[in-house]
Structure formats: structure tokens, C-alpha cells
Nanobody
Framework: HVLLAESGGGLVQPGGSLRLSCVASGTIYSLVRMGWYRQAPGNERELVASIIISSASTNYADSVKSRFTVSSDNAKNTVYLQMDSLRPEDTAVYYC???????????????WGQGTQVTVSR
């Protein structure tokens, strides 16, 4: 079984920065792909950024490109989202998603964290 736990959310002023962390724990064989999603009230959940662990290849939504950076510390089973130049429209609950191989399973499966609130406001 695998659990994901996000942290680092909070209240920040426009133009400010936050760094989100997502720690995976449990019977992990390997992380395959990790992603950050966000959902604002009344909106659909959207992909913000993702990273393929083996290659460190990243992908970003156009709205956050050049402002956000996703990275991983594989030894710690941790993924980060560095958010700079934050805007009010970045306000949302941010969720960590992992495509992860569990020791108890033959192939990868999807896991979701509980989310962390990011509020960008004066």
C-alpha cells in the first residue's frame, strides 16, 4: 500500500513563492511518474506539472510554464513543486498524483494525496 502526503501550501501575496512537497511512503518498489494537479472552486481538476522519474522529463501547463518547476528527490521518494510569481488565479487545492509500482503489485497504479490549499491574495 502507498500513501502520498502533500505539504507547503498556505497564504501568499501576488508575486510571492511557495514550495510544495509530496512524500510517498509505504511498500514502494519505484516511482514511475509524479504529477501535480489543482482544482479551484467551480473548476475542473487540471494537470499543472508532471515528471517522469527515470528520465526527469517534465511537462507543464501553459498557464504555469516558466513560473513553476517540478523536481524530485528519488532517495527520499519526494516530489516538489516550486511556484514563483504566483497570481490570484493560481489559488486552488493542489494535489499530488503518483504512478507508482507497489511491492505487492505486478504493475503501476495511480495514487492521490489529500491536497494542500494554496491561496494567493493581498
Amino acid at each position: 500500500h502507498v500513501l502520498l502526503a502533500e505539504s507547503g501550501g498556505g497564504l501568499v501575496q501576488p508575486g510571492g513563492s511557495l514550495r510544495l512537497s509530496c512524500v510517498a511512503s509505504g511498500t514502494i518498489y519505484s516511482l514511475v511518474r509524479m504529477g501535480w494537479y489543482r482544482q479551484a472552486p467551480g473548476n475542473e481538476r487540471e494537470l499543472v506539472a508532471s515528471i517522469i522519474i527515470s528520465s526527469a522529463s517534465t511537462n507543464y501547463a501553459d498557464s504555469v510554464k516558466s513560473r513553476f518547476t517540478v523536481s524530485s528527490d528519488n532517495a527520499k521518494n519526494t516530489v516538489y513543486l516550486q511556484m514563483d510569481s504566483l497570481r490570484p488565479e493560481d489559488t486552488a487545492v493542489y494535489y499530488c498524483k503518483g504512478v507508482i509500482i507497489d511491492h505487492n503489485n505486478l504493475g503501476p497504479a495511480d495514487y492521490w494525496g489529500q491536497g494542500t490549499q494554496v491561496t494567493v491574495s493581498r
